[in-house]
């Protein structure tokens, strides 16, 4: 079984950054995609980012330009890179992974599409 465990999350100021991790072991990360989602209280998980096996990113609209994802092979870990933090990305940042990988925007961003996710990280901006 895929195991994904993030870390990296804590409290920062607005406008400050952090960098989340996501270590994988039973698949390497090249051969599947790779997602980003967070949920605050009260509200449902929404998708943040996602890189799939070639490469290709995609964003939510709310942290693109803010926000990378990227991948390192060798240690089969993904990162999310955070700069210019608002309180609005406070939540719960949730690893995931989907093996389906097929090609729609609708799929690509739909919780119920992937396959393994991480026991989550906190992320608390202060105003």
């Known amino acids: 079984q895929v195991q994904l465990v993030e870390s990296g999350g804590g409290l920062v100021q607005a406008g400050g950054s952090l960098r989340l991790s996501c270590a994988a072991s039973g698949r390497t990360v090249s051969t599947v995609r790779m997602g980003w989602f967070r949920q605050a209280p009260g509200k449902e998980r929404e998708f943040v980012t996602a890189?799939?096996?070639?490469?290709?990113?995609y964003y939510a609209d709310s942290v693109r330009g803010r926000f990378t994802i990227s991948r390192d092979n060798a240690e089969n870990t993904v990162y999310l890179q955070m700069n210019s933090l608002k309180p609005e990305d406070t939540g719960v940042y949730y690893c995931?992974?989907?093996?389906?990988?097929?090609?729609?925007?609708?799929?690509?961003?739909?919780?119920?599409?992937?396959?393994?996710w991480g026991q989550g990280t906190q992320v608390t901006v202060s105003s």
């Open positions: 995931a992974a989907d093996r389906a990988l097929v090609g729609s925007m609708i799929v690509i961003t739909k919780a119920t599409a992937y396959d393994y």
């Open positions: 890189i799939n096996p070639n490469g290709n990113t």
